[in-house]
């Protein structure tokens, strides 16, 4: 089993900057994947960047250039930061961790609030 917690959410103008935190509690050695997602009312959950396997990085196109996701593997916390903030970016954000082994299984945090005020 694995637990996770984010933290950092707010409301914050366009343009503007946030770093959300996750950090990663129980299984941790069993994570293979790990990131954040996000999901905005009536929409689906949709990708917005994760360490992938090879600790290679994977962005949304939306968030490029804007969103950072970085790691300290001692404290095993995962942030998102972002800078640049559009009204778009609105939306609950989620810490997401994947185990692959015995099968697939997905982790969720509780989430946080973004909200970006135009």
């Known amino acids: 089993q694995v637990q996770l917690v984010e933290s950092g959410g707010g409301l914050v103008q366009a343009g503007g900057s946030l770093r959300l935190s996750c950090t990663a509690s129980?299984?941790?050695?069993?994570?293979?994947?790990m990131g954040w997602y996000r999901q905005a009312p009536g929409k689906q959950r949709d990708l917005v960047g994760a360490?992938?396997?090879?600790?290679?990085?994977n962005y949304a196109d939306s968030v490029k250039g804007r969103f950072t996701i970085s790691r300290d593997n001692a404290k095993n916390v995962v942030y998102l930061e972002m800078n640049g903030l559009k009204p778009e970016d609105t939306a609950v954000y989620l810490c997401?961790?994947?185990?692959?082994?015995?099968?697939?299984?997905?982790?969720w945090g509780q989430g946080t609030q973004v909200t970006v005020s135009s």
């Open positions: 360490f992938i396997i090879g600790g290679r990085t």
């Open positions: 129980g299984s941790i050695r069993s994570i293979n994947a």
């Open positions: 997401n961790a994947k185990t692959f082994s015995p099968t697939l299984r997905n982790y």
